[in-house]
């Protein structure tokens, strides 16, 4: 992909200061979150901001050489406890579903082992057979292709739009993080564990993220770039690196693997 690729990138831009458009219902859902929080801890600063200021003026040692004695007010702490508490509770009942919504992993139609690595990321398809190494794109051959210095890797991953994409991010040596703005995704990338996340991505498009886990000296330098295609186009890129496309029909009514024995018989892994 030449060039023209920027055109239909997610990725920050100059001067930003909000997110990304989303590209998942999860990130929409996360920019609506925003929307509800934001006006709360801003009126909250305010309020709080003039308290200290009104403190500051009325009740200083000039304005107010005898100070007042008593400690307790029962209205007050009464006020104080209660309204914070209401407040929490709001929060609470937009967050956490929206938690639920990004830890759940819906059935999906392809599954990707992420791997975190001093410094790059490594994506095994499994199913499909196909290993990805992503190494950060060197910054004249970004700035020859006009693509993005320190967000273009060598070697994208593809996904297909519109359906459920499981990720499953560990690390082979210290704590990374897997993080795709656009998506809603940002998941530690931790040793000897798997964390889990999840993406149906609903336009085409390339999308950027960097690590987001202070890693070590080059934790700048191991982006992401995952870039959304058709399942035609995702398919052709999968046989292109050697893979064998799954003949499984795509958005899995596909019933959990048969209770062969011993489920159990996997080690738990620590
Ligand atoms: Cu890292």
Redesign the pocket.
């Given at each position: 992909m030449g060039g023209a690729s920027a055109a239909w990138a997610d990725q920050p831009v100059e001067r930003g200061i909000d997110f990304q458009p989303a590209a998942t219902p999860a990130m929409a859902h996360i920019h609506s979150f925003h929307a509800f929080v934001l006006p709360i801890i801003t009126v909250i600063s305010v309020f709080v901001l003039a308290l200290l200021l009104w403190v500051v003026i009325r009740y200083n040692r000039k304005a107010n050489p005898t100070p007042r004695m008593f400690t307790h007010n029962m209205l007050v702490e009464v006020i104080w406890t209660i309204v914070p508490v209401l407040i929490l509770v709001a929060i609470a009942w937009r967050s956490f579903p929206l938690l639920y919504e990004q830890e759940r992993a819906p059935p999906a139609a392809l599954t990707i082992k992420v791997v975190?690595n001093s410094?790059f990321w490594q994506y095994e398809y499994q199913d499909l057979g196909v290993t990805v190494a992503s190494n950060r794109l060197p910054e004249e051959e970004a700035r020859a292709q006009s693509r993005p210095n320190l967000l273009a890797v060598d070697n994208p991953i593809y996904v297909p739009v519109g359906e459920n994409v499981s990720v499953l991010i560990t690390s082979n040596d210290v704590i990374?993080?897997w993080t795709v703005p656009a998506f809603g995704v940002k998941q530690d990338a931790i040793p000897g564990r798997v964390n889990q996340g999840w993406f149906n991505v609903d336009r085409p498009g390339i999308y950027y993220g960097q690590?987001s886990?202070l890693?070590g000296i080059n934790?700048a330098y191991?982006p992401i770039e995952v870039r959304a295609v058709s399942r035609e186009e995702f398919d052709r890129w999968v046989v292109s690196q050697g893979g064998t496309l799954a003949d499984a029909a795509p958005a899995a009514a596909q019933p959990a693997p048969a209770p062969s024995a011993p489920a159990a018989g996997a080690s738990p892994t620590r």
């Open positions: 975190g410094w990374h993080s690590c886990e890693c934790h191991m």
